[in-house]
């Protein structure tokens, strides 16, 4: 699988819905930009008031009465003063006896440097698993390794490092992604991505991918005539992606945006028989102001715009996602492929005090109770945050396990979820300086978040464990 960086708009240059049906190009890289800031990094302090759950009792339903709950398990928290999780304990259901341990560390950008886990045997923790994570001076991440205990010995069992070049105002004009090979138990070349700036913007990406035959990089796609609605809020208006073939650059599609508000309809034309060709089309609309929206997605069949699939992601007044839903039309109707549903409960401070997970099953055509935690014993922190004096915004922690944290200095902001398929998972408007999400029902892997506001902007990779 192809990892996906810190892209401006992956999410909706990739249409989303036709990617989880095959029917897309899978985009290894999207335009790349960041905001980047000098290299001499201070912190200011803010004060920060949170309400952490100390202890959360984790319930599986009873297969043989799906309306009652069987208690599994229990995980002890631990905060620092920034209230940012140190340490999680899993216990039995009683909560006494040991079975595994997480451990977080941070640098003074609180980026998660490390995760550290382990499991309890005869009475003390031993080593099974870490994730190292290291950035630059610039805070972008240059290596993210997995490592397991073995014979005494961290042995290092995958990963991937990035070499970044700079301009002068701090844009990345290039990338390396290197991947662990662990046959040659070193980093191999994997990907390169070159970038061109005009005045600042960004009007062309290359990608390139490694030969490991003859050790040279081979070109592979072009974004080129890019124009832009709204560049720092990362809308653009066109661009072209070529591909390389026999030694020259073909046309393959054609990406074209309206945008009304925070709605937007993009059109994909393919590049068929000398002529550009309507393919598919996605179309974007926001229900609330809680976050709430749909994607449309349609081919172009026949002279006509005919649905394919749709994506309904809902949120309440707490802006936490109640239901996900991925259709698909058949037969002249929508019919469920995939759906999601949560049902929180909240105490007179806004925590969520218990929350059940539903997931569809395909075989009953129902949604089914997934999991349930309750959470109790909660701790007040009142600390002091350190931010970056020169990063408005940061996203903590990194790796993510079950609630992420969001800094924005510059209120009201954006902040946009996607998958490696560049489906668009969250997407919300806030109005405060701190925005937590809950992400524990999202699938382990590799996701990308954007925050957005009228003068600050970042992308970031985040990694569920």
């Known amino acids: 699988m192809n990892k996906i960086l ?21 985009k290894k890289k999207v335009f790349l930009k960041k905001k980047h800031t000098l290299n001499n990094k201070t912190t200011s302090q803010t004060a920060d008031t949170v309400y952490r759950a100390g202890i959360r009792v984790n319930y599986y339903p009873d297969y043989m009465d799906n309306n009652l709950w069987i208690k599994n398990s229990v995980t002890n928290y631990t905060y ?29 950008m609180w980026n998660t440097t490390l995760q550290l886990s382990q499991y309890w045997n005869v009475n003390t923790w031993v080593n099974s698993y870490q994730n190292i994570s290291t950035y630059n001076t610039h805070n972008d991440q240059t290596e993210y390794k997995g490592q397991q205990w073995q014979n005494s010995n961290w042995v290092t069992n995958w990963g991937y490092q990035d070499d970044y070049t700079y301009d002068v105002n701090n844009n990345i004009t290039a990338d390396v992604e290197k991947e662990w090979n662990t046959y040659h138990n070193q980093y191999i070349n994997n990907w390169k991505y070159e970038d061109t700036y005009i005045n600042n913007i ?19 796609e072009k974004y080129m005539d890019v124009t832009w609605h709204n560049f720092t809020e990362f809308q653009p208006l066109t661009y ?4 390389y073939v026999s030694n020259n650059w073909a046309n393959s599609e054609r990406y074209t945006f309206t945008y009304t508000g925070n709605n937007y309809v993009a059109v994909i034309d393919t590049f068929v028989g000398g002529n550009w060709t309507p393919d598919k089309k996605e179309t974007y609309s926001e229900q609330d102001t809680y976050g709430s929206n749909t994607s449309l997605y349609e081919k172009y069949i026949s002279d006509n715009w005919v649905n394919d699939s749709k994506y309904t992601s809902v949120y309440d007044s707490k802006k936490n996602q109640t239901s996900s839903k991925d259709e ?89 979820i996607y998958n490696i398929a560049g489906q668009k998972l969250l997407d919300k408007t806030i109005a405060d300086t701190n925005y937590s999400i809950d992400i524990s029902a999202y699938q382990k892997g590799m996701y990308i978040i954007r925050v957005i506001s009228k003068n600050s902007a970042k992308n970031k990779i985040i990694i569920k464990e």
């Open 240 to 243: 072209t992606v070529q591909k």
């Open 202 to 220: 960004l009007t062309e990406e290359i990608g390139s991918n490694w030969d490991t035959i003859n050790n040279i990089w081979l070109y592979d």
């Open 328 to 416: 698909i039309w058949q037969a002249g109707a929508w019919h469920t492929d995939w759906e999601s549903k949560y049902i929180y409960t909240y105490d007179l401070n806004n925590s969520i005090t218990s929350k059940i997970a539903q997931y569809w099953d395909s075989q009953t055509q129902l949604l089914k109770n997934n999991y349930k935690y309750v959470y109790s014993n909660y701790q007040q922190i009142i600390g002091i945050k350190e931010i970056a004096a020169d990063s408005k915004i940061n996203v903590f922690p990194n790796p993510v396990t079950e609630i992420l944290n969001v800094y924005n200095e510059d209120y009201p902001y954006s902040v946009t």
């Open 80 to 108: 620092d003063a920034g209230a940012r999780i140190t340490q999680v304990i899993e216990k039995d259901s009683s909560n006494t006896t040991n079975q595994s341990k997480t451990t977080y560390t941070y640098d003074n």
């Open 6 to 26: 810190l892209f401006a708009i992956a999410g909706a240059l990739t249409l989303s819905g036709f990617a989880q049906n095959g029917n897309h190009t899978d």
